[in-house]
């Protein structure tokens, strides 16, 4: 992780609890990808290989009520009128594409979930841009006969790195990859989380390439929809699929001839096919690539990349 | 000739000093609209934009006079330096800072402080609720401190007048 990064995330943190990261992060075994702040409990740090809760001269960093209430004044900028959807969606993306996710109080109307309270834990996790990795699946994705790219689902847990992969996946596209003698395309992303490109005010801060459209701040659907209809990609990216729109927006795009790039949750194959509405993509063989990874030797170790059939890709 | 002069001079001291003090009646009645225009601008801000609260604070500048932009202009400024402190901390010591600088009461001030505790700090169904509040409770205000101007900037003037008169007539 570079020094840029958490430096962005730190600017989210009240001054006491970023001073003490600071000092924490120069001794560390490994990167800082969560900090984690619960109200009456030790101030955690989680790196890839470690996990630690902060001791102050000798004892446990305890984070008050106070803390946790000045960290999320600060992450809604004092305007927590302007957040309310992502209130709701019990997260908050910030500059950086690095996401802070929250729990309290939740308040339901009419069986829906308006808002969340009183927050008592906030998780900012930091998002890591990894250029260069999507080297390594470029080519196996790549129809080299149609020159065009084979619509793929890179399946994940959690911080294995889908996000990190997705991104540079569409750079690599969208600048083209002269190693591999392949020519740019328009890429067009939806990022409904700010998560890809991470921009701020709708500006991309991280690197998605020179013939990259961004849609920041969408739902997938809908933006699947409105940059099919007025941007002509040639590659459409979205990251984190899984409802029942997003399905009928992806399959709107396969059959509109456009290739798709996404991620889902999941294991493997095996367990993505127990989510009904993925099934339904895979059994329409609406992706002709399947890209596993896992962090069995560090985030983004690619487990196997997988054809329409479930074979391994040589 | 020179004491055709000089009594010329206090008529004119006299009838200034009665028209600037009748004056500071009519520019608090003008404050407080300007404030009534300010809150009704950041309303809509915060309400149709979700603007965050610093570029919100700074859209109310264009109707405010000087001394009140000021106030809604350092608000804004110490939310975008001071990351660390909730608003209400910033803008009580910016009230408190600046109050003497206009023409408005304490109790108008005390409107506003409450006003600071809450804004940015809640739902958007919330903040409005609180800013219609509080520019009613300033609609009030306004309507008192009409009444006041009403019946007192004539007298006050018409006394400067008089009592630069009165020392005329003492002094030749």
């Known amino acids: ?60 960093f305890i984070v008050t009520k106070d803390d946790l209430e000045r960290a999320f004044m600060i992450l809604s900028k004092n305007s927590l009128y302007a957040i309310e959807r992502q209130l709701a969606e019990g997260y908050l993306t910030i500059t950086g594409g690095h996401r802070v996710g929250f729990t309290g109080q939740a308040v339901i109307e009419g069986g829906i979930l308006k808002t969340i309270k009183n927050i008592n834990s906030l998780n900012y996790r930091i998002t890591r841009e990894l250029i260069g990795v999507a080297q390594k699946v470029i080519k196996k994705i790549y129809n080299l006969e149609y020159d065009l790219y084979y619509n793929t689902l890179i399946i994940a847990p ?15 596209i969208s600048d083209g990859d002269p190693k591999n003698q392949i020519k740019g395309k328009k890429v067009a992303v939806v990022d409904e989380r700010s998560e890809i490109a991470g921009a701020y005010n709708g ?72 989510r009904p509405s993925i099934k339904k993509l895979i059994d329409i063989r ?25 074979k391994e890709v040589v | 000739m020179v004491k055709l002069f000089g ?20 520019n608090r009645v003008r404050e407080l609209k300007e404030l009534q225009l300010a809150l009704n601008i950041l309303d809509t801000e915060i309400s149709y934009g979700r603007t965050l609260l610093p570029e919100a604070l700074k859209t109310t500048l264009d109707v405010l006079s000087p001394s009140l932009a000021k106030i809604f202009c350092d608000a804004a400024d110490e939310l975008n330096r001071s990351k660390n402190h909730h608003f209400f901390e910033l803008w009580e010591d910016i009230i408190e800072y600046n109050s003497k600088k206009t023409y408005l009461r304490r109790e108008v001030f005390e409107i506003l402080i409450n006003w600071g505790r809450q804004i940015g700090a809640s739902t958007l169904d919330n903040q409005i609720k609180i800013n219609k509040l ?22 006050v003037r018409y006394a400067g007048i008089l009592i630069s008169l009165m020392v005329i007539i003492l002094f030749y």
């Open chain 2, 134 to 155: 509080t520019i009613k409770r300033l609609e009030q205000n306004e309507q008192i401190a009409t009444d006041i101007a009403i019946r007192r900037v004539k007298p």
């Open chain 1, 203 to 274: 500006v991309a801060q991280n690197k998605i390439g020179s013939r990259t459209d961004l849609l920041d701040n969408c739902p997938k659907a809908e933006g699947i929809m409105l940059l099919i209809r007025s941007m002509s990609p040639e590659v459409i990216g979205v990251d984190e699929i899984g409802g029942d729109r997003d399905v009928e927006a992806i399959q709107e795009a396969v059959n509109s001839g456009v290739s798709l790039i996404t991620t889902v949750h999941g294991r493997d194959l095996k367990t993505i096919v127990s």
């Open chain 2, 7 to 26: 009594a010329f001079l206090i008529l004119i001291s006299g009838s200034s000093i009665g028209w600037i003090c009748g004056s500071i009646y009519l």
């Open chain 1, 158 to 172: 959690p911080l294995c790195g889908k996000t990190s992969l997705l991104r540079d996946i569409i750079r690599l």
């Open chain 1, 1 to 60: 992780m570079s020094i840029k990064a958490l430096n962005s995330v730190l600017e989210y943190l009240p001054l006491n609890i970023s001073k003490i990261v600071r000092q924490q992060e120069s001794g560390r075994n490994g990167e800082i990808i969560e900090i984690r702040l619960r109200v009456n409990q030790p101030l955690q740090l989680i790196s890839f290989n470690d996990e630690q809760f902060i001791l102050e001269r000798g004892s446990p």
């Open chain 1, 286 to 310: 609406a992706f002709e690539r399947y890209i596993v990874l896992s962090k069995r030797k560090g985030i983004g170790t690619i487990e196997k990349i997988l054809d329409v059939n479930g």
